[in-house]
């Protein structure tokens, strides 16, 4: 596998039980070196991607049992839509699904807080990918710390780790702000002809005085 080391002031190593993990895989990978991130968001700030190239890991608890699911970062989870689909693979009924605290993911994936993985073998749990995220090509993936992530081929992420795949990823919906200040000015530019419109100085102030 390749390295690709960026530049950074005296980043935490890389886990060697991750590195150790990866490597016994066999799977074509790059361990990427970065500034310290905590968010799906800073990652993709940090490496210059786009946000449907990070993969975003979370633990879930469905009834008794856990998962590591996993969806790009500019999806949010839909709890109905995946207990639904973890429902279907297990085959009963899922009544309860919710996504526990960080001292119950360091409990049971075996990691300190923040250090969960996307790699569910890692951690000895199934792994849940959103069909959102399989269709990419290549994305990053968590590696348990906050200086490094790890680049792979999707599709040898999905057959490695025997990822059940499943939709239950609902795109963001971002606020169109551009589309809002464009209405504001059309909005001041209308005022603005009134007031320029009117027979006196004291009527274009009055009309000003307004908005």
Same mark, same amino acid.
Request: hydrophobic share 45%.
């Given at each position: 596998f390749a390295l690709h080391w960026q530049k950074t002031k005296k980043p935490a190593p890389l886990p060697t039980k991750v590195l150790a993990y990866l490597e016994k895989a066999g799977v074509p990978h790059e361990v990427l070196s970065h500034r310290t991130v905590y968010t799906a968001f800073d990652a993709a700030s940090t490496m210059k991607r786009k946000l449907n190239e990070i993969a975003k890991s979370l633990l879930i608890k469905a009834d $008794?049992?856990?998962? *590591? !699911? %996993? *969806? +790009?970062?500019?999806?949010? =989870?839909? =709890?109905?839509? *995946?207990?639904?689909?973890?429902?279907?693979?297990?085959?009963?009924?899922?009544? !309860?699904?919710?996504? +526990?605290?960080?001292?119950? /993911?360091? $409990?049971?994936?075996? !990691?300190?807080? $923040?250090? *969960?993985?996307?790699?569910?073998? &890692?951690?000895? %749990?199934? /792994?849940?990918?959103?069909?959102? &995220?399989?269709?990419?090509?290549?994305?990053?993936f968590s590696s348990g710390s906050a200086n490094h992530s790890v680049e792979l081929a999707v599709k040898d992420f999905i057959k490695h780790?025997?990822? =059940? =795949?499943?939709?239950?990823?609902?795109?963001?919906?971002?606020?169109?702000?551009?589309?809002?200040?464009k209405k504001e000015v059309k909005k001041d530019v209308k005022i603005v002809k009134k007031a320029l419109n009117a027979n006196s100085k004291p009527a274009a102030k009055k009309i000003v005085k307004k908005k």
């Open positions: $008794q049992d856990y998962y *590591l !699911v %996993l *969806l +790009p970062a500019d999806h949010n =989870l839909d =709890l109905k839509k *995946l207990q639904t689909a973890i429902g279907k693979h297990a085959k009963k009924t899922i009544k !309860v699904v919710k996504i +526990p605290g960080e001292e119950a /993911v360091a $409990q049971v994936a075996k !990691v300190k807080k $923040q250090a *969960l993985t996307a790699f569910g073998g &890692l951690h000895k %749990l199934p /792994v849940i990918i959103d069909e959102n &995220l399989a269709k990419a090509k290549k994305a990053v780790e025997q990822a =059940l =795949l499943a939709k239950f990823g609902v795109k963001r919906i971002v606020k169109k702000v551009k589309k809002q200040v």
